[in-house]
T-cell receptor, first 113, second 117 residues
Framework: QKEVEQNSGPLSVPEGAIASLNCTYSDRVSQSFFWYRQYSGKSPELIMSIYSNGDKEDGRFTAQLNKASQYVSLLIRDSQPSDSATYLCAVVYSGAGSYQLTFGKGTKLSVIP | DGGITQSPKYLFRKEGQNVTLSCEQNLNHDAMYWYRQDPGQGLRLIYYSQIVNDFQKGDIAEGYSVSREKKESFPLTVTSAQKNPTAFYLC????????????????FGPGTRLTVL
């Protein structure tokens, strides 16, 4: 059973604070992990991809992957009101020669001015 | 200007009607995907295609059909057999399916919102 679990939120943080979003997955052999941001009524846009254990930084965003714990997180530093959105965690599951992306239900983030 | 386009943005369907959602990409991507999103839910995979003239069912293919006659195009038909079609439909593409490396990043079109009247 392919599962990606996220806290639905809402997660509220004050402007300028660090927002921490978490995701767990069920398949130990997963190799590709993604974070997407989705504004209300819009399509998902890619924020980060991560493939190796450890941290990956891109501007104010840091993705963290721990394959042993089957855990991936996204940190947003210096949170801005424009970061208010739903954040989707996605994991590639492989099987029978195909590679499918499975999404969590998303965590809604609200950054309070 | 490269990207993925979907049309129409909004679509209304009467009971018993088939409707087709368009998805076009000019990114030269081999793989294309269709997802459905319901309020408060994650994305669920309907169909995907890894190459022209080939496609596979996803997790919720019943009541839907697709074709992949051209690399750029992957239309989705919502048939009358789909009993609860009201949802936000998202098309995505990736360089390939990632089998050959880290080329499985999916990029999304703007979506089509389908409502059954």
């Amino acid at each position: 059973q392919k599962e990606v679990e996220q806290n639905s939120g809402p997660l509220s943080v004050p402007e300028g604070a660090i927002a921490s979003l978490n995701c767990t997955y069920s398949d130990r052999v997963s190799q590709s992990f993604f974070w997407y941001r989705q504004y209300s009524g819009k399509s998902p846009e890619l924020i980060m991809s991560i493939y190796s254990n450890g941290d990956k930084e891109d501007g104010r965003f840091t993705a963290q992957l721990n394959k042993a714990s089957q855990y991936v997180s996204l940190l947003i530093r210096d949170s801005q009101p424009s970061d208010s959105a739903t954040y989707l965690c996605a994991v590639v599951y492989s099987g029978a020669g195909s590679y499918q992306l499975t999404f969590g239900k998303g965590t809604k983030l609200s950054v309070i001015p | 200007d490269g990207g993925i386009t979907q049309s129409p943005k909004y679509l209304f369907r009467k009971e018993g009607q088939n409707v087709t959602l368009s998805c076009e990409q000019n990114l030269n991507h081999d793989a294309m995907y269709w997802y459905r999103q319901d309020p408060g839910q994650g994305l669920r995979l309907i169909y995907y295609s890894q190459i022209v003239n080939d496609f596979q069912k996803g997790d919720i293919a019943e009541g839907y059909s697709v074709s992949r006659e051209k690399k750029e195009s992957f239309p989705l038909t919502v048939t009358s057999a789909q009993k609860n079609p009201t949802a936000f439909y998202l098309c995505a593409s990736s360089i390939d399916n990632g089998a050959s490396g880290n080329t499985d990043t999916q990029y999304f079109g703007p979506g089509t919102r389908l409502t059954v009247l």
